[in-house]
């Protein structure tokens, strides 16, 4: 069975301060993880998605990474506005299988 | 990527009461799907609707209790049937795109009292 973890369940930072964010999966064969940032009341907004172990994808202040049993999402200098819950999943490489989520992470950056 | 919208954005619902949420694509798409998030919980996949077909139940979910239909390629409706408070969860459909990610549409917040 395909299983997600994150951690730490919640991040306080202060502005500037770089850190983070971990997602672990277990996965009988991985065709994409995905991250993605939920706003409170909000649906969840696409950011990246990585398809094998080496790969990393930037946007702006964050940065993806992957390794065969886990993914790093690394925020760079964080302002207020990253603030908010950061999700993994994980889809499987049969046709069909869907996604599985992560618990997710809360992140919160003060001023 | 897909815009996508949802009506009711929320609703307030008695207990044994249906409520079915619509779900709108401004392009074609063939997979939308439906989850489920319970208050602080991640999200959940409830079934996958195709057009033309049945949609997929997820174990745990039935079709008696969430019916969905999907009569064309950019609108679906999930129907939470006899409601109770063990409901109230917010309702996202989603739409895949290209390169097997997906997008969301803004969520429907049903309480159930």
């Known amino acids: 069975e395909d299983q997600v973890t994150q951690s730490p369940e919640a991040l306080r930072l202060q502005e500037g301060e770089s850190s983070s964010l971990n997602c672990s999966y277990t996965?009988?064969?991985?065709?994409?993880l995905f991250w993605y940032r939920q706003d409170p009341g909000k649906g969840p907004e696409f950011l990246f998605t990585l398809y094998s172990a080496g790969e990393e994808k930037e946007k702006e202040r964050l940065k993806a990474t992957l390794t065969k049993k886990e993914s790093f999402l690394h925020i760079t200098a964080p302002k207020p506005e990253d603030s908010a819950t950061y999700l993994c999943a994980v889809q499987n490489d049969n046709y069909g299988q869907n996604f599985v989520f992560g618990p997710g992470t809360r992140l919160s950056v003060l001023p | 990527s897909a815009v996508i919208s949802q009506k009711p954005s929320r609703d307030i619902c008695q207990r044994g009461t249906s409520l079915t949420i619509q779900c709108q694509v401004d392009?074609?798409?063939?997979?939308m799907f439906w989850y489920r998030q319970q208050p602080g919980q991640s999200l959940t996949l409830i079934a996958t609707a195709n057009q033309g077909s049945e949609a997929t139940y997820e174990s745990g979910f039935v079709i008696d209790k969430f019916p969905i239909s999907r009569p064309n390629l950019t609108f679906s409706t999930l129907t939470v049937s006899n409601m109770s408070p063990e409901d109230s969860s917010i309702y996202l459909c989603s739409v895949e795109g290209d390169r097997n990610e997906q997008f969301f549409g803004p969520g429907t917040r049903l309480t159930v009292l």
């Open positions: 392009s074609q798409v063939t997979m």
């Open positions: 996965v009988s064969g991985l065709r994409g």
